[in-house]
């Protein structure tokens, strides 16, 4: 691991831009050829009256070079995520911790409780599973307050994803991508010379990592002629993000994967001897959940039926409801609290890194700790930022927004959300291409790490390891950072 520099001299060291977007249209059509022949690619939006554009196919949204992260930093954090895997799987495990923590948002989300009820009947019943894969995803971003020039740039969490994390087929490609640029184009007349080299582009195998922890807990299963569900929402327009996954189970392990809805499960599957499930004559081993995060995802009584089948039966979940719900941001809040962390984690520099990555979090409930976070949140706003237990992006309230959303709410609704620290990312320009257009813009990103678990039904590790990474960067004025929400585009990593 390489020496922190200071905020100053990472900001100094970022690539120096030369010209604005209206000088370098040359650069389109190579970015747009590229994407195409290389499968980084999104579904078209669906139009009313426009049959053919269901299978009408555009790039993915991407930077057209590479933003800067401290080496330092990433480094830190592709070391820790072996450490955050085992952590949230030992929280997944501590019954009494998930009930109590998740009991304590009362009535105020309907949807965590109501899985949250679904793990208790499935751990009361006592289902059975061969073993657990964990899919997951940790987000940072780099802390460097500009009136800390001394101070070194940090990565803080944002979040630990434990379900449907995406991006990680089209992340990896999307450095292939910028490793393409600069043989090819040298970013000439675009960059400054000599701003970005080769060497600073690390290689990413999140293109298969995903694949492989599926393969770990398909073996796990104990049946070659079963097959794998990846569970989709409708009309899904990342779909080839998901189909580099699809085709690597195929190619190189020939396991058949189909996709569904959790509609369709409910429709087409049935539960048979010694609770395996089946579709058709096919048994499941196991459903990796691209779905199922939101309530949207379960619009009728049918979306929660079908997912009770995969979680009532044999059939290995990516992820186990307790992993879903161990990834809940109440759950990040109570981590955060002293000595929690310190439970989970043997290892005391490990467990000080991890904390090193936390920023503040606090309960906004009618504790006296939830009513100080709420007065400060009214005081000062801007310094913070109100989550409820959502992914999927949109769904967080900053700055003046903040004492708005907090004065309509009841005592009782607000036991759903939390406070965190708001976390002052650099800014650094870029130039990002959407739907064919080059805007120039004032730009921050966020990092992520992939990680990979797997356990058998006794808790034996199997894998336990990084996974790769994921970049997006959106412009410097939108909060929110989602892809798939429209807020961010795909990046990859300048290491300075």
């Not at 990680?451 to 996974?467: A, E, Y």
Request: aromatic share 8%; proline share 5%; with cysteine.
């Amino acid at each position: 691991m390489t020496k922190p520099q200071t905020n100053a001299e990472f900001l100094s060291a970022r690539p120096q831009y030369l010209q604005s977007s209206s000088q370098i249209r040359a650069y389109v059509d190579e970015a747009v050829d590229w994407e195409a022949t290389h499968g980084l690619l999104l579904r078209a939006p669906k139009l009313d009256g426009d049959d053919w554009l269901a299978t009408a196919l555009v790039p993915a949204p991407v930077a057209l070079a590479p933003s800067p992260i401290p080496r330092s930093e990433f480094d830190k954090v592709v070391a820790l995520q072996p450490v955050f895997n085992q952590l949230f799987d030992r929280v997944s495990r501590d019954h009494d911790f998930l009930t109590s923590a998740l009991e304590s948002l009362g009535s105020a989300d309907e949807f965590t409780l109501r899985i949250l009820a679904m793990y208790i009947r499935q751990r009361t019943l006592g289902v059975s599973k061969p073993g657990v894969v964990g899919i997951h995803r940790s987000d940072y971003l780099i802390h460097a307050p500009d009136n800390e020039p001394d101070a070194s740039p940090l990565a803080k969490q944002v979040e630990f994803n434990t379900i449907a994390s995406s991006f990680a087929s089209l992340s990896s490609i999307v450095g292939d991508f910028h490793r393409h640029m600069l043989a090819k184009t040298g970013y000439k007349d675009l960059l400054q010379d000599g701003s970005i080299t080769k060497e600073q582009l690390p290689a990413n195998e999140s293109l298969t990592s995903i694949g492989d922890g599926i393969v770990a807990g398909f073996k796990l299963y104990g049946n070659t002629s079963a097959i794998v569900v990846m569970v989709v929402q409708p009309n899904e327009r990342n779909i080839y993000d998901q189909r580099w996954v699809e085709r690597r189970l195929w190619e190189e392990h020939h396991i058949h994967v189909m996709r569904l809805t959790f509609g369709d499960i409910a429709d087409k599957c049935v539960i048979g001897d010694d609770n395996r499930l089946f579709i058709e004559d096919k048994e499941v081993a196991v459903a990796y959940y691209r779905s199922g995060y939101a309530p949207t995802d379960f619009p009728s009584e049918k979306e929660w039926e079908g997912r009770w089948l995969i979680e009532s039966s044999r059939t290995i979940p990516v992820p186990s409801l307790a992993y879903h719900l161990a990834g809940c941001k109440k759950i990040q809040q109570v981590l955060a609290q002293p000595g929690v962390v310190e439970r989970y984690v043997d290892d005391q520099q490990a467990a000080e890194l991890v904390r090193e990555c936390f920023v503040g979090l606090y309960p906004l409930d009618n504790t006296s700790e939830g009513q100080q976070a709420y007065d400060l949140a009214m005081a000062n706003p801007s310094n913070y930022v109100v989550k409820p237990q959502r992914e999927g992006g949109g769904y967080n309230t900053y700055g003046d927004d903040i004492p708005k959303l907090l004065s309509s709410l009841s005592d009782e609704e607000r036991k759903g959300y939390i406070l965190m620290d708001l976390i002052r990312a650099p800014v650094f320009k870029n130039i990002l291409l959407r739907n064919g257009q080059l805007v120039a813009s004032e730009v921050v990103s966020e990092l992520g790490i992939y990680g990979v678990w797997v356990s058998d039904n006794s808790g034996d590790v199997v894998i336990n390891r990084s996974g790769g990474h994921l970049l997006r960067t959106k412009a410097s004025d939108v909060y929110e950072g989602g892809v798939a929400a429209g807020f961010a585009v795909i990046d990859s990593p300048l290491l300075i």
